[in-house]
């Protein structure tokens, strides 16, 4: 009854059930994509599930944010009563548990996620451990990959509109406004979207958030756009110059975009992350550059999660795991990357993204 | 040494420390103004504090938003190696209670915000009583109050673009991205803001957020904006509309703004929070109108926090406490709000904000 992947974590476990109020895996386990862009709430905790391995997914949340369905279990949200959230959601997961048909002994807690105050109600369960429920969310249903397309489009709303707003006077904060407001009328309503957003010299600072800087002629403009629609982020990053490039640009952006063809090539099943990892990092250092970060990550549930393609990593690829590939070139006041997403099938990878990594503003080449 | 209202605190409980990772508490406490905008990390768990009642307050969080200072206990953030910030935070927060010199059993633990992983390392800690934990924020220093009133002035920013874009055929969504763009250039770089945004009929509803609806002459816009900067929230509702405003409006208008004053007035030291919600609520009740929400709320380390300003609440109002009073009218497809935000002071309370709050969309009167 219960998800195929929870199933094998919990039996690799000896569990009969995890309760986590991770966003992510409440978003896979029980389909509810809680809002996480304005910080903690004193009307609610955040969403928690039960998943079980013989019941359906159990949902625990306040009033104001549960959705229909019958094994969602509530609590009051706001309200002009006083408040104590945490007594109705310990309440509500009492109810999820005896819903669900667990014992406490027999359920695994993500301890990074559910609130210390709920646990006196799930006295003797054990922690999750953390290698198996990294994994759980990696290999994702057709549904779900479909899910990312949907993010991916709204990344490369962001993309066109940043480059459109890329003008000789324009400050990164507006290339940033224009991107906000293309993703969220793509998206027609409020979107969480991390980004980094970097200009000029700050282009080698790798990432970070738009600043008070005006463009000029010959300003690169680096561009990393990590939406979030129904629960499910979408990721992507492009560099391109406003007029003439930098000198040493041309052949960063050459370098970056062989290393992310060699990634691709490389994404197939049995492929272990971390000769990925290595195959797209010697790419980069062959041409005399390097990259300090991951070479990329598995994404959908969160914005960096398993596969992660980074040194020493043993997780092996599998058909469905979702994969950002992200090489970079950083020095001397110039920084390149480009960034593309795929999903993992039989004989090789397909590539979900569509945004333009050319280094000219207007170019048109897609991923 | 510690914070006065933190002491007074953990004498009342009789208790030594309290650790929480509440990012308001933790700013208040520790100086730290967390990050909230985007959910949880993969990297990092949410900074907490250790706040001692003899000790600095030990800030635990991962080194990528560590800031400078002794009293910071930090673990490994953004890594290509494997993750386990569990370990880290666990690791770092067991250096903090020994650096506060404090043990588990004397300690406080604010159960709705630290994760349940943590607490095998604090074994034996206490539940923080609820009552005080929300009464610990409310008196606000004058350092305080005055970062309120720098988040009022991007409220104020937010206001003027957003009846400024209030044009026959924009969108909701227009509105909100020029409110978004104006905080986001006032603050100088990327802001959190909770907002209602709502036209036309949509005005009944309350609250919620933009979407994809075009304004027509005769719609009123209700926006009720609330950025967070540094870590502390402002918070200002308007009601105005494109050109003449349906016949019930005007009415509306000049009954929440009598109620309004009627608050304003009644906001001094000793008066009860369930009296000021009964003379704002009676004004709006006399002339036949209602609203079904709070009043009004204490905010600053969190968008809604004591004083809560609803019926039946006995907390007494003192000095310091800064409180957004917001009633408002809707019926028959029409709602109107005010609201601003003032400090109560030792004779009475000082009005913070300096938003319009005129129906005309013109129009300048203000607070």
């Known amino acids: 009854m219960a998800d195929p992947r929870l199933q094998a974590y919990l039996e690799a476990c000896g569990a009969d ?6 966003p992510g895996l409440v978003r896979m386990l029980a389909g509810h994509a809680a809002e996480v862009g304005f910080g903690p709430s004193p009307f609610q905790l955040p969403a928690l599930v039960v998943a079980a391995r013989d019941a359906p997914a159990q949902l625990v949340c306040s009033a104001d944010e549960a959705a229909a369905g019958d094994a969602t279990h509530v609590y ?27 014992r406490a002994a027999r359920t695994l807690v993500d301890g990074a996620s559910v609130p ?7 006295a003797g369960a054990v922690a999750a451990p953390i290698a198996g429920l990294a994994m759980l969310p990696a290999a994702k249903t057709a549904d779900e990959v479909a899910a990312v397309e949907a993010s991916l489009r709204l ?3 962001g993309h066109a509109a940043a480059r459109a707003a890329t003008r000789e006077g324009a400050g990164e904060l507006d290339v940033w406004a224009a991107v906000s407001a293309a993703i969220e009328h793509a998206a027609g309503g409020r979107t969480t979207v991390i980004a980094d957003l970097l200009s000029g010299p700050r282009t080698e600072d790798i990432g970070g958030p738009p600043v008070p800087r005006a463009l000029a002629r010959g300003d690169l403009v680096l561009a990393d756009i990590v939406p979030r629609l129904d629960g499910i982020w979408g990721d992507s990053c492009a560099t391109w110059a406003l007029g ?3 000198p040493a640009a041309a052949d960063m952006h050459a370098v970056a975009s062989q ?3 060699a990634g691709l090539d490389a994404l197939r099943p049995g492929a272990r992350a971390g000769d990925v ?3 797209v990092r010697s790419v980069v250092e062959a041409a005399g550059h390097s990259y300090p ?3 990329g990550h598995g994404l959908g549930f969160g914005w960096h999660e398993e596969p992660r393609i980074v040194p020493e990593s043993a997780t092996v690829l599998a058909p469905g795991m979702v994969v950002a590939i992200e090489p970079g070139c950083y020095r001397g006041g110039v920084g390149v990357r480009v960034e593309v997403v795929a999903v993992v099938e039989a004989d090789g990878c397909r590539v979900l993204s569509r945004h333009p990594l050319g280094l000219d503003r207007d170019g048109a080449e897609a991923a």
Do not use: K, N, Q, Y
């Open 17 to 22: 059930a995890l309760v986590t109020a991770d």
């Open 76 to 102: 009051e949200g706001f309200t002009t009563a006083p408040l104590d959230p945490l007594a109705g959601a310990a309440a509500a997961l009492a109810a999820a548990m005896a819903a669900a048909g667990v």
């Open 116 to 122: 210390s105050g709920l646990m006196p109600g799930i």
């Open 155 to 157: 990344c490369e709303a």
């Open 244 to 246: 003439a490039p930098p």
């Open 259 to 261: 290393a992310l063809r």
């Open 277 to 279: 990892d290595r195959t």
């Open 293 to 295: 970060h991951h070479t």
